[in-house]
């Protein structure tokens, strides 16, 4: 069986508008892949057919083999499909840790008893510290959300998402936001994540791109315009002329 992501002449229109046309291509476990373009290449769009916010009006998408394509949003997610957002999706008001704490009790389905009285369980509190730890965060863990700095909520974000324990991670503009001197936290949680993960990055920060993606897509007016490693793609006068020269990212 084909195991990871796998997206077949996938189209998207909207009435008479084409957003997406005919994009091919695989996703496989360990993958590093980002998707770069210009704004309104299509990307966004693109990430949202992936994880089920938007139905393809043709093509196909495949995980391990099996057809996704109008599997709803939910269900992707149980299927192991997650995405970070461009704009942090957190609980301000509540810590750091619980934060964290939340998704893994929505994966085990208890998040009631977060609402009702949580009385704490060892195994659940034990991942929640691998978590924070992992991701640098234990320092800040009963810190409230809305008093960090807006790298760190990123951070917070991409832990509380992998919390969900995703085998596909899509990270939706990772660095939007983040001021230049917090980039480097991005940068080093991305190559900290587990080695079996797939990961799409789709973003503008060339940077960033250049220093995780070990394969990079130009998506050009909803299509694939080419495809490479990163100095594959850093040579082609193509990108040059249409992207990285145009001043994007």
Do not use: C, W
Not at 24 to 40: E, K, Q, V
Not at 188 to 206: C, F, G, T, W
């Amino acid at each position: 069986m084909t195991t990871g992501l796998q997206v077949r002449n996938v189209s998207k229109n909207f009435g008479g508008l084409r957003v997406a046309r005919d994009i091919t291509l695989d996703l496989p476990a360990g993958a590093r892949t980002a998707l770069i373009g210009p704004n309104g290449a299509g990307k966004t769009t693109f990430a949202n057919l992936i994880i089920g916010a938007l139905e393809p009006t043709s093509g196909s998408i495949y995980l391990d083999g099996h057809d996704i394509s109008k599997l709803p949003e939910a269900t992707r997610v149980g299927a192991g499909i997650a995405k970070t957002f461009q704009i942090t999706n957190l609980f301000r008001s509540l810590s750091v840790r619980d934060n964290v704490r939340l998704p893994i009790l929505e994966r085990e389905r208890r998040t009631a008893s977060f609402l009702r009285r949580y009385d704490g369980d060892s195994a659940v509190e034990e991942e929640v510290e691998k978590t924070l730890a992992e991701f640098q965060l234990l320092p800040l863990a009963d810190h409230l959300v809305r008093n960090l700095a807006y790298g760190q909520q990123r951070l917070v974000e991409l832990a509380l998402t992998l919390s969900l324990k995703p085998r596909i991670l899509i990270l939706d503009e990772p660095a939007a936001g983040v001021p230049s001197s917090d980039s480097h936290l991005i940068i080093d949680a991305i190559k900290r994540l587990p080695a079996d993960l797939s990961v799409l990055i789709i973003e503008h920060d060339m940077e960033l791109v250049f220093e995780v993606a070990n394969r990079i897509i130009v998506l050009v007016n909803g299509t694939i315009l080419v495809e490479g490693t990163p100095q594959e793609i850093s040579q082609d006068p193509k990108v040059r002329e249409l992207y990285l020269g145009a001043g994007h990212g």
